[in-house]
């Protein structure tokens, strides 16, 4: 075999089969592991990628990457191997940057600061914490080093999870949102009444809402003959191939949205994975194009769609006919306001369309003190109660639902929160061209028909898989450049309408 | 690292792990992966599998074997570094044996006599079989030709899955066991109305048949923090480490032997693996001995307790208060002997206590005749069915139901069926030894009380791991040599009482 391209297709294969070895053990960790197991899982998944990875960043997959590219220069630059040898190539730069010793630093710390965390949100005792926060501080900063930045540390890290973003960029974004969204929260605040979500809580069997469930997210046209849903205590979505990927979820008794939208969400990711071409099954190209971009498909089945009123004018009496006991008496747009309802809250997780990017935002805020070192780690949490004040006007009564609620901190790097915020722009964007693509949209939504919306992510979307950064997608899919515009109008419509709003 | 033992401990240990984790991966398939998966997942199996055959056979580890071997040479032999050290040069002299491209042809040759066997059993058509077993027979001769033999090329096959076993070894086995089970078998089937199995027969709900073997086998001692049941076409048992170790069942809602023996069978297999003693966890000594003494485990708690008089005495209360519609007007001596009717039958995986081992027999000899070439695949059916005659007195109405049984042919190297034959055999020669050192075993076992006996067997047996040979364990063990005595004299008087048989 002396064609570059094929032997960089091999190397490429056996990595992405053991990085998907990889995945099921972690699906397995999560799901159905008995405990004892926990011990031999950490060895398996510790072998698998240090063998990933050195296949990867050996040196022939460099020289067969410039080979390659001698070849494709004269092809089609958005053609799939193009685009295999250019995203490879910057894969590859990025893993090789990085010292063996910190990569190894960084697990070892990470591995320390968990149960840190654990015990310091169980005791509530942030002092527990701080020392592995201050770590993990050092440890972005040296990671933003030797992946090498322009302006600020904070770039190095974005650019790496969402290629092509910058730290300039998202400060403009969020604030954009921070002068559109405060303002709307305090005026839906002050009509606090307006919505009543009482219906939502109630007695309702786990094994039917789970069903119930799945049957929305078949309808949506997630495949099960290619994917399934389990229970986990944080639900997620995984893929071992576009023609295995699963979801995960949990369940409240007492509580319908848990389930519901948890799945609706989970179901967008999958629908994406599954619709990447295969093609570029095997390769680095073979998933979404960043968790940004990935996001907006989750944020845009559970919530553009999922707690849309077309799509309960359409679904709620089947859900009705499900739970009449417990739904009696209560009508789809009373169920409609239920699911929409707005409250300044405490935790990320739980949190409304409105205010979710303003978790987001107070967290981006803290991350780029923390890397400028105007922030140290035993101070954040008096900054963040600062800024749940200034931004949410309420206080958490522990630092447990404060600064140590999330598990990012105690092992990812920085700038994955942003993610989550990009995902509700770039959602938003999308969908702003799907109506002017797709002029009966709520109609079809109503009917519980969603093919063509389907149709319309897969051949603008899924199919290409990473093969482009996410800024070249919303330039090729909107013809402009990343805004918060559609989200802020669509958040400023929806929610102005709800709580009857001067628009 | 100057040291060549933890050296070779160390590439021991990552091929322990990446043969775990395509464990998980095969325990996946079987149990939760969605159709849509299985292509990605044979490219994940092989790679890996690969990736381990490479790392194992690479000249790095026969040299590391060499100098740990000037090591241990000073030590007793019977520790684990020597053992070590021994056991991993014979896998590694097999592995290096066999050349890389026979491996790859019976890969090859294995994948495409699967479906036509699936094919062929369906159509009860033979002849679309027959092509590829006779290409399995070759294979198998020149697997044995590879690997070296002093007398017979079933040697060679034998010794690899039963090191220290010989074909000349078998022979007198089998014959011992044909003088003694043929008639036994005529005695019974003369007097086939004695034991009535209908009580077994009726509607019992799954889920309760399940709790109750989950049950049954938590009281043996199977460690469920350390493992899981789940349900698979065909139940087996597989473990990730000695702590996470798992069983599956399958469940019949009209036949309740199915799920219960099933799962006692399979918590036998699991038991032994997770007693292996930790101190060779990511070694090739951590499993157990052989396939025959690990199934003399299997069958020990199946049948030896299982289905022994003493259990139900103690259990059969429990059993008729789950199920007390069902088998109201049963007792316990009625139901010990239903569970224990025989029956000439056709199918090795349906058959009883008795007649198992003819079915063993009939294929040993079969696979003997066609190693040495006086058999052709064409002319299996008829020899199958000329011993089924001999042997049983019947005759399969469709060759699907004779020949074309098993999945073993189509791909499995042939000297497979011989470890269940042993399995019972060893563990009758071990539950004599048993006997004799705990006299008052039979009231512990009506008690429900398997504690010392599970101490008896961790003691003597599970810790070992493969440290041992099977004949060197049954030495160590028995003091004596492998036997048929044992097992016979256990089946004349269980049977022969049964059945009101002359002593």
Redesign the interface.
């Given at each position: 075999m002396s064609d570059p391209l094929s032997e960089l297709r091999v190397i490429l294969?056996?990595v992405s089969?053991?990085n998907?070895?990889?995945a099921?053990?972690g699906?397995?960790q999560e799901t159905?592991?008995?405990?004892?197991?926990v011990?031999?899982?950490a060895?398996?998944l510790?072998?698998?990628r240090r063998?990933a990875h050195t296949r990867f960043t050996a040196a022939e997959t460099g020289r067969l990457l410039d080979e390659a590219a001698t070849i494709t220069a004269g092809m089609d630059p958005d053609s799939d191997d193009a685009r295999l040898v250019k995203v490879t190539q910057r894969d590859y730069d990025l893993s090789c940057k990085l010292p063996a010793e910190l990569v190894a630093e960084i697990t070892r710390a990470s591995s320390m600061a968990r149960p840190a965390w654990v015990e310091a949100r169980k005791t509530a005792d942030f002092s527990l914490f701080a020392p592995h926060l201050e770590t993990n501080i050092e440890l972005n900063r040296r990671q933003a080093d030797a992946l090498g930045y322009a302006v600020h540390p904070y770039d190095a890290l974005i650019d790496r999870s969402e290629p092509g973003m910058t730290a300039a960029q998202l400060r403009v974004l969020f604030e954009e949102l921070k002068v559109a969204i405060v303002p709307l929260v305090r005026a839906v605040a002050a009509k606090g009444d307006a919505v009543d979500d009482s219906c939502l809580h109630g007695d309702f069997a786990e094994a039917t809402q789970l069903a119930f469930g799945m049957d929305v997210v078949k309808q949506y046209g997630y495949?099960?003959?290619?994917?399934?849903e389990?229970l986990t205590a944080h639900p997620f979505c995984t893929g071992?191939?576009p023609?295995?990927v699963?979801i995960t979820t949990r369940v409240s008794r007492d509580f319908l949205s848990m389930a519901l939208f948890g799945t609706m969400h989970e179901s967008g990711h999958a629908m994406y994975e599954q619709g990447v071409d295969q093609a570029l099954?095997?390769t680095p190209l073979c998933r979404g194009a960043s968790p940004g971009v990935h996001e907006s498909q989750s944020r845009l089945w559970e919530n553009l769609i999922g707690r849309s009123r077309p799509f309960w004018q359409g679904m709620y009496p089947k859900l009705q006919a499900t739970f009449p006991a417990q739904l009696k008496g209560v009508d789809g747009e009373q169920f409609y306001r239920a699911v929409n309802k707005v409250m300044p809250s405490l935790i990320r997780v739980e949190a409304d369309e409105v205010t979710y990017n303003l978790h987001i935002l107070l967290r981006y805020e803290l991350e780029m003190a923390m890397l400028e070192g105007t922030l140290k780690a035993r101070e954040v949490p008096e900054a963040w109660n600062a800024k749940m004040q200034e931004y949410f006007g309420i206080q958490p009564p522990s630092v447990s639902d404060g600064a140590l609620q999330d598990i990012h901190w105690s092992g990812f790097a920085f700038a994955g929160f942003a993610g989550y915020t990009l995902g509700n722009i770039i959602g938003a964007q999308l969908f702003t061209k799907i109506r002017s693509d797709l002029p009966d949209l709520d109609a079809q939504i109503t009917a519980g028909e969603f093919g063509r919306l389907r149709g319309w992510l897969q051949t603008n979307l899924y199919r290409h898989g990473r093969k482009f950064t996410p800024n070249e997608l919303l330039q090729r899919i909107t013809g402009g450049p990343l805004s918060t515009e559609p989200w802020v109008a669509y958040v400023r419509a929806k929610f102005g309408d709800l709580y009857g709003l001067a628009a």
């Open positions: 294969a056996e089969d053991i998907r070895a990889s099921v053990l699906w397995d159905y592991m008995p405990p004892g197991g011990m031999a899982r060895d398996q510790s072998t698998l063998i495949d099960t003959s290619r994917g399934r389990d071992f191939s023609n295995d699963r099954d095997r």
